[in-house]
């Protein structure tokens, strides 16, 4: 499956965005997504996951509670709304795919394809 991800853009602080995650298969129902972030200088970090219904998710202590990670299968994409965003949140995000995701979700193995990366700059 290739994975495209978009929407980022410039931000000032508080404010918010919307991330795309787009799949190119049908069969991306059979597949658990995360978010990942990369900030320069930075290791790469989890950000947050949705299960393959979209019943389940799990956010990253550092985003919990500001982003919402939520799916249309129908539309084969995965959304990332940001919003009290932060400085700190500046980074390239990348969306995952894998059929075998499992907790804490941020193995980058159990992710078999990568999106890349779409880049988000929160100004203070």
């Known amino acids: 499956v290739q994975l495209q991800a978009s929407g980022g853009g410039l931000v000032q602080a508080r404010g918010s965005l919307r991330l795309y995650c787009a799949a190119s298969?049908?069969?991306?129902?059979?597949?658990?997504v995360g978010w990942f972030r990369q900030a320069p200088g930075k290791e790469r970090e989890f950000v947050a996951w949705?299960?393959?219904?979209?019943?389940?998710?799990y956010y990253a202590d550092s985003v919990n509670g500001r982003f919402t990670i939520s799916r249309d299968n129908a539309k084969n994409t995965v959304y990332l709304q940001m919003n009290s965003l932060r400085p700190e949140d500046t980074a390239a995000y990348s969306c995952?795919?894998?059929?075998?995701?499992?907790?804490?979700?941020?193995?980058?193995?159990?992710?078999?394809?990568w999106g890349q990366g779409t880049k988000v700059t929160v100004s203070s």
């Open positions: 995952a795919a894998g059929t075998r995701t499992r907790y804490p979700y941020s193995d980058y193995g159990s992710y078999g394809y």
């Open positions: 298969r049908r069969t991306f129902s059979s597949y658990g």
């Open positions: 949705i299960s393959q219904s979209g019943s389940s998710t």
